[in-house]
């Protein structure tokens, strides 16, 4: 695909836009981009096309769009001085939330976003490579190899940190009770 | 460890209206606070199989509404809008191909490049040394980006371009005669032997004493016409298409300066405007209208090049041939 890109071949881009769209607006929001998640992979995908000279043949193209995705989202934010706030980031969120398809009780959906808010709490105390490889791993979906092709970090360095930033966000999130915590440190 | 659901059931736990938001969820069943509390603090193996299923279907409620799941038509219709802006940007900001292309596409870019190199003096006053092809299809598609196989080309989006329909080519206008033609424009119009004479010479004057020499000569109906300009091609020339043209080899013999002669063949109406060096290295003459397919090439004639635009002929090889006529180096 890659390679048809390079030849030129218009449909080529067009299909890894189309086929990469979804995942990369998703790693846009996860990383805080808010509103601006469309300029943000819009300018992505373009600075990818211009960047695929430089592809290594053979990588996964996932993770490496979502590197520079990561790149512009940091960049966006930074640009406009506007690192959000927790509170504008749940905020963002909570907007942004779907139905929550199983359940369509008021109070239940309450919990939903509560439960969201305090996961999302949680994500925002980690330090960054751990709140990085937690939203690569799994809000993203992207299996190991790909959040260390994504991190550009080796294989087992993501292991150890996934593992620690699961645990910390364990510790993190707010039905966790102190007294039964003994076995959760490091 | 099957109990793994539940964990999810308590996650609310900690709220304060989570004791009474947890039942409804049914998620994991109908267990009390207590043990659950218990349960998913006692083990963090436990715990960190479950997180990842919440922060998983975290990271899905993060897609925009109606995306649903990954077929789903708002999905595609996002995805599609999304191309679009893209490729409309990379169009916008004439990025080039990221990577030489084809050998194909490179040899083009070379030929244009030793092109460029070998008329440098007079480009320089031309100021520009690439082609300027501003192409526009909305909606921005596909075949567009093969627009990059150029080297060195900026393609810039311009969705006003819209050559009008049936638009035909237009004839000559009240004839002269080949030597007045001459006198007229101070230059010897070229003839293609494989057109014989022309039926209708017409000089246009352009700007500064610069003319344009045209011959038409009529065929089953329709009018062939040849535009001559006593002038080089500006590799800075703009075209402004929906389609690319194609690039073709004049002849086998490069001529003497080792650049092989080429053509422009545009297949199919387009709007039209380029620009020409005349002798002192003054970019001049920029035409614009619909055109039929088209030819464009240069030949050199004593001491000087002239640019040849051929209009009305359909076929791809008889143009060519047309062209190839010139080659024969006595045109009187």
């Not at chain 1, 607006?25 to 943000?40: I, K, M, Q, S």
């Not at chain 1, 929550?100 to 509560?114: Q, R």
């Not at chain 2, 010479?201 to 344009?212: G, I, K, N």
Request: hydrophobic residues 40%.
């Amino acid at each position: 695909m890659i390679a048809r890109v390079r030849a030129g071949e218009a449909e080529a881009y067009a299909e890894l836009v189309r086929a990469h769209t979804g995942i990369a607006l998703r790693a846009a929001a996860a990383l805080g981009a808010g509103a601006d998640a469309e300029d943000v992979v819009q300018q992505a995908f373009v600075k990818a096309y211009c960047a695929l000279g430089r592809f290594k043949d053979g990588a996964a193209f996932k993770p490496w769009l979502l590197s520079i995705v990561a790149n512009e989202t940091r960049n966006t934010v930074r640009t406009a001085a506007r690192q959000r706030t927790l509170a504008g980031r749940e905020a963002a969120f909570v907007e942004a939330e779907p139905l929550i398809p199983e359940s369509t009780d008021p109070a239940v959906a309450t919990l939903e976003t509560e439960r969201r808010a305090a996961l999302l709490s949680a994500l925002e105390k980690l330090s960054e490579e751990h709140r990085l490889v937690v939203t690569y791993r799994y809000l993203l979906e992207m299996d190991e190899s790909e959040t260390a092709q994504a991190l550009g970090w080796p294989r087992g360095t993501v292991k150890s940190r996934l593992n620690r930033a699961l645990r910390k966000l364990g510790r993190l999130l707010p039905d966790f009770e102190p007294r039964e915590g003994g076995d959760e440190r490091e | 460890m099957s109990e793994g659901r539940n964990a999810y059931d308590g996650e609310g736990g900690g709220g304060p209206e989570g004791a009474g938001g947890r039942r409804p969820r049914g998620r994991g069943g109908d267990r009390g606070p207590g043990p659950l509390g218990r349960a998913r603090g006692r083990g963090h193996g436990k715990g960190a199989s479950e997180l990842p299923d919440e922060l998983r279907a975290l990271g899905r409620s993060l897609d925009p509404p109606g995306s649903g799941d990954a077929g789903g038509a708002g999905d595609s219709l996002g995805s599609e809008t999304m191309v679009e802006r893209v490729l409309g940007q990379i169009l916008a900001e004439q990025v080039p191909v990221p990577v030489a292309g084809s050998r194909a596409a490179r040899e083009r870019l070379r030929t244009v490049r030793r092109w460029t190199r070998v008329r440098w003096r007079t480009l320089t006053a031309a100021l520009c040394g690439l082609l300027t092809v501003l192409a526009l299809t909305p909606p921005v598609r596909a075949e567009v980006l093969d627009w990059f196989d150029f080297g060195g080309v900026e393609v810039r989006y311009d969705p006003s371009a819209v050559p009008s329909p049936g638009a035909t080519v237009p004839g000559c206008g009240r004839s002269l005669s080949l030597g007045q033609a001459e006198r007229r424009s101070g230059f010897e119009p070229l003839v293609p032997d494989a057109l014989g004479v022309p039926d209708t010479v017409a000089v246009t004057s352009e700007p500064h004493r610069r003319f344009l020499v045209s011959l038409c000569w009529r065929e089953d109906g329709r009018t062939v016409r040849l535009d001559e300009f006593p002038a080089w091609l500006d590799v800075g020339f703009a075209k402004r298409l929906r389609e690319p043209p194609e690039w073709l080899a004049l002849g086998g013999q490069p001529s003497g300066d080792g650049v092989p002669d080429y053509a422009l063949w545009f297949p199919r109406p387009h709007l039209l405007s380029f620009w020409l060096v005349d002798a002192d290295g003054h970019r001049f003459a920029r035409e614009e209208r619909t055109a039929g397919p088209t030819l464009l090439w240069t030949h050199r004639a004593g001491a000087g090049e002239v640019t040849l635009r051929l209009e009305g002929v359909a076929d791809k090889s008889r143009a060519v041939e047309i062209a190839k006529s010139l080659e024969a180096p006595s045109v009187k």
